[in-house]
């Protein structure tokens, strides 16, 4: 079975800086998908990037990239220019690329912009 | 906005009553899962639903049961609660199962089982 680890629980960082938040995952798989959500605290659960294991190429929306690490098994979030509405809990989660498409998502980092 | 819509957002039950939860899937989605996410935890998937036919179900009890209507609406039904179904409920809806179609998110329903 797939799993997803979050070992950053909270992370802080002050507006307009750059922050890292990190993510692990664990597949005997080759083909799968990576995502980071963002969940704010009116629950709604908000895509915010996703990566195919195929592509060796980092995905990056706007202020939102990743460094996707495949041998490592290793997914971070690099967040730019950080601002106060970025201040949710982000989770990272992962699909194979077959049968039906479960999220297995990791515990959350809760994410406190600094004014 | 994502499209996908839940109700009702919050909900008390006692120990051993039944619950119904609906989500609305977004226009063009013909599947729905469904994820439990207890205080402080990631979602947990529960089950889905691709046109009107379960889909796959992740290590919940039958208790937890679904519908899939023909405009491809959804129903999660708990029987016999417990008060470790308390939870945020949360569906989402995608435009095919086994495709490379992203899951977009409904607000949720919170329950409260006492």
């Known amino acids: 079975a797939q799993t997803v680890t979050q070992s950053q629980p909270e992370m802080s960082v002050q507006e307009a800086e750059t922050v890292t938040l990190s993510c692990t995952y664990d597949t005997s798989e080759s083909d799968y998908y990576l995502f980071w959500y963002k969940q704010p605290p009116s629950r709604q659960m908000i895509l915010v990037i996703r990566?195919?294991?195929?592509?060796?190429q980092n995905a990056t929306e706007n202020r939102f990239s990743v460094n996707f690490q495949k041998a490592a098994k290793s997914f971070s979030l690099k967040i730019s220019d950080s601002q106060l509405g970025d201040a949710a809990m982000y989770f990272c989660?992962?699909?194979?690329?077959?049968?039906?498409?479960?999220?297995?998502f990791g515990t959350g980092t809760r994410l406190t912009i600094i004014p | 906005e994502t499209g996908v819509t839940q109700s009702p957002t919050h909900l008390i039950k006692t120990r051993g009553q039944q619950v119904t939860l609906r989500c609305s899937s977004q226009?063009?989605?013909?599947?729905v899962s469904w994820y439990q996410q207890a205080l402080g935890q990631g979602p947990q998937f529960i089950f889905q639903?691709?046109?009107?036919?379960?889909?796959g179900r992740g290590n919940f009890p039958p208790r937890f049961s679904g519908l899939q209507f023909p405009n491809y609406s959804s129903e999660l039904n708990v029987n016999a609660l417990e008060l470790d179904d308390s939870a945020l409920y949360l569906c989402a809806s995608s435009r095919g199962a086994g495709t490379q179609e992203t899951q977009y998110f409904g607000p949720g329903t919170r329950l409260l089982v006492l």
């Open positions: 226009s063009g989605h013909n599947t």
């Open positions: 989660a992962y699909r194979n690329n077959f049968g039906n498409e479960k999220l297995t």
């Open positions: 639903y691709y046109r009107e036919e379960e889909n």
């Open positions: 990566q195919e294991a195929y592509k060796q």
